[in-house]
């Protein structure tokens, strides 16, 4: 059942249509119906009549009271086929009764939460991306290249598709009977689209697939920084989208993942089934050590926001590195690889050298900057590989 607060907001909109606009008796009707319903009460036919129109005992009246409501139920019915049509909630009168049903329009709720494409950041991504690559051709073997985590893909015979995590973007037709491009946290790839088409039966026709997306400044930040000493054409470098990505993709590559929580796609399996598992609705990461579970809880203060970022890292039975940075938020990751980038750093953590680990960072920061970073803990992988990464 929706919120209090939404049934009152769209039975505002009821009442204020053009379909109840002429009928004084209707709206009077739908209020008393409504308050009833939202009580839990089934009024009786004769109380309608007391407290609506004042009539007590008259069997000739009450005939009146059933044509009134007959009229009420042909008014919704016109309403939800023309102005009604997209909102959010619904409200039946079945017929044999006089307590009203609310029900959720759930295409209109997925409406309701989509963000809109910003040109402007898929503008900064492209350029951040041509500034990588440029960079990426011009630079020779880097100093980075000699230390953990990066000297494995620097050294690897193996080629590396970095993935990106970008945000899936659809269509959904609106009031004006047009369609908009609109997202959802939790639809990101094709697969989830037509999981929430089938899960929506009637829907086909008012969602569309669409080619567009785009990726958080993490994405094209992380790949500028990587990529700043992946330099000199050892490596041989692909990219794909997390959003496209498919298990064919990543066969006989290392895999560098940048993303956040919400952009993993078919990598989500793998890192739940290594110990990391991202609950977005709760904003919460639950890190697992044997049978042990650290939940960290991210929460934005007043002036700043808490953020925990991981990092994995394992190495496949055929030799591939397979490497992920997550976050919630754009400062977790920008400042896990920065912090990844500093020799200092990397020299403190030498002794999970030729390990699988993963490890949690706890980052306070304000939009893009980091104020503080530390290093939460940092565990050995004991699952097995094998069982994890398809072969």
Known sequence: MPTRNLINIFRKKVLQSQVFSKSIVSKELFKYLVDESLKGEAPKEY???QEIFGKRGDSEKDKNIRIYIHNLRKKLVQYYE????????KFELPKGGYKVVFKINRLAILKSKALKLSPLLFALSI???????LIYNGKGQPKLAKYFIWKDIYQSEHPTLIVLGDHYFFRVKNVFDDFSITRVPNINSDQDLEKLINENP?????????TLTYINKQAPFGLYKIMSFLGGGKVEI????SSNLRWEDVENKNVVFIGSYKTQNILKTVHKEIGIDYHINESKLFYQVGDSIFEYDARTQETFVMEYASLSRFITDDGRIVTSFM????????AVIKYLTNPENLKGVNEFDGLNFKAVFEVQGQENTDFKISLKRMDIINESIEEVWPE
Not at 238 to 241: E, G, I, L
């Open 327 to 334: 976050c919630n938020s754009d400062v977790g990751n920008m």
């Open 82 to 89: 023309n102005e009604g049509k997209q909102d959010a909630v």
């Open 47 to 49: 109380q309608v009549a």
């Open 238 to 241: 692909d990219f794909q989208y």
């Open 202 to 210: 009637g829907f086909e026709e008012d969602i569309e697939k669409t």
């Open 127 to 133: 350029f951040l991306l041509v500034i990588s690559i």
